[in-house]
């Protein structure tokens, strides 16, 4: 294994006769899919942590906050559910980044090593599908936001109905894709330069929303909105609530090669996630907090999205400062979470065949089918229907890349035989490694059919949970059964 890569303190480089060897065979070796060798790399701890801080101080999180609430929850079992469902992930995605920053591979290839060549189109599809279905509800949020900001200006802009939000949503898109297309360097300056104004801006929110309560704690945690409904059970609540948490970040933490490939050393990508994910979660839930008790308190009505919230204020100039904050917000977790993980995925597929950029807005155009308004709809239709359809597809992945990368291959990884297209220690079964997908379909259509049945109810409410610890223990079972025990 060590002929073709050499390892520079706890990395591993591709050597050139590594390349010239992989170059012998038919391979997907390109210019995106190549390994990030440890000189080219700059990301450190602070790097890894301001991408979670962009990515995690967004709307999005604001407003399951917000959702948990209107649901029925009181703002303590909200905040702990949240911060709880955040820091668990956590685990996959430390795991699944020490790939990127070991081998500097992106999660395409990660796919391949774990379903074989032709098999990889299963996961590469599904984490592609749900980028771009992401991607399309958070543009749409951000059009929310340049719709506030245009009609805050230009009055008349709100009497034309969906034809100007589309239009808005339409220049958020642009924003996005433009930042994409410029590749992973604009994403780090765009999470720099972001992540301190991000959290003064959102400690604004806070000081509003104390403000709306003449400045006093007890006032503003107890307003009707942040208590627990008594109509409601906490632990029926709970159990789907936290899973849905869980499955919110499932896909980035699945696609974190795509950003720990950048990071010197694994303590870089490890200590960077464990430091600002948990807190950075906590903080803007209890912004969402503050926010929906404010909006309670000024305008006497339960709020759950941001920037309806912005939008009812009569100042000018609030509506545009926070409808940029929101713009913002929504730009840092967007590009990065949700826009690149699958336009990694498709420009891998074609071979290097497209430009990059050209990659970039393919992929993003899918995004406009996604009717994100839909999504949007309720605060229960994203928490409890949206978020647990993506952790039934995010689980049973999951749970096998975790056992296969760390058991199956003990994070040992050949990393010629990983671009050759055929033959080699990961072509399996003709290109299929035949039990990891078997059990990959057979776990999601048991998750999916229990959505169906009154007492099974409890596995699709909690998805991602379920998949990640069934399919993996079962797949763990059958590794130490074909391995003899090793």
């Not at 309670?296 to 000018?316: D, R, T």
Request: aromatic residues 14%; hydrophobic residues 50%.
């Amino acid at each position: 294994m060590e002929f073709g890569q050499r390892k520079v303190g706890d990395v591993y480089d591709l050597t050139p006769e590594g390349v010239r060897e992989i170059q012998a065979h038919d391979n997907d070796y390109n210019e995106i899919s190549a390994p990030i060798n440890s000189d080219k790399r700059d990301w450190r701890t602070k790097d890894i942590a301001n991408l979670w801080i962009g990515m995690i101080v967004s709307i999005a999180v604001y407003q399951v906050a917000s959702g948990l609430l209107v649901s029925g929850m009181s703002w303590v079992q909200a905040l702990v559910t949240i911060i709880l469902g955040h820091t668990i992930v956590m685990g996959v995605a430390i795991a699944l980044g020490h790939f990127g920053t070991k081998y500097g591979m992106n999660y395409p290839m990660l796919s391949k090593l774990v379903f074989g060549p032709k098999g990889m189109i299963f996961p590469s599809l599904i984490r592609g599908v749900l980028g771009i279905f992401w991607f399309g509800v958070q543009a749409w949020i951000g059009g929310q936001a340049v719709f506030i900001i245009i009609n805050a200006i230009y009055p008349a802009w709100s009497t034309y109905g969906f034809m100007t939000q589309f239009i808005s949503f339409l220049i958020f898109w642009m924003m996005n894709v433009y930042i994409a297309a410029s590749g992973s360097k604009a994403v780090k300056i765009l999470e720099g330069v972001s992540a301190p104004i991000l959290l003064v801006l959102s400690l604004i929110v806070i000081i509003w929303g104390f403000g709306t309560a003449k400045w006093n704690l007890h006032t503003l945690l107890n307003v009707p909105v942040l208590q627990a409904k008594g109509s409601v059970d906490f632990w029926s609540l709970f159990w789907p609530a936290l899973s849905a948490m869980i499955a919110f970040d499932g896909g980035i933490a699945l696609s974190m090669p795509d950003f720990t490939r950048h990071c010197v050393d694994q303590k870089s990508q490890s200590l960077g996630q464990i430091i600002s994910a948990p807190i950075m979660t906590g903080y803007i839930a209890f912004v969402g907090i503050c926010g929906t008790a404010g909006g309670f308190l000024a305008f006497g009505k339960e709020i759950w999205e941001p920037a309806i919230l912005v939008g009812n204020f009569n100042s000018v100039v609030i509506r545009i400062v926070f409808s940029l904050f929101i713009i913002m917000a929504v730009l840092t977790t967007n590009v990065a979470g949700n826009l690149i993980p699958p336009v990694n995925i498709v420009a891998t597929l074609l071979k290097g065949k497209l430009d990059y950029k050209w990659v970039a807005v393919l992929t993003a155009v899918f995004a406009l089918f996604a009717r994100p308004w839909d999504s949007l709809s309720s605060a229960y239709n994203l928490i409890f229907n949206v978020t647990q359809f993506l952790g039934a597809l995010l689980g049973p992945i999951s749970g096998l890349y975790l056992v296969a990368y760390l058991i199956a291959h003990h994070t040992d990884i050949d990393m010629v035989d990983a671009y050759k297209i055929n033959g080699g220690r990961y072509y399996y079964t003709k290109g299929w490694n035949v039990p990891v997908i078997v059990l990959f379909l057979v776990f999601t259509a048991i998750i999916f059919i229990s959505k169906s049945i009154e007492g099974l109810n409890f596995i699709f409410n909690n998805a991602y949970v379920y998949g990640v610890v069934v399919t993996g223990l079962v797949y763990y079972v059958y590794i130490k059964i074909t391995q003899g025990g090793k």
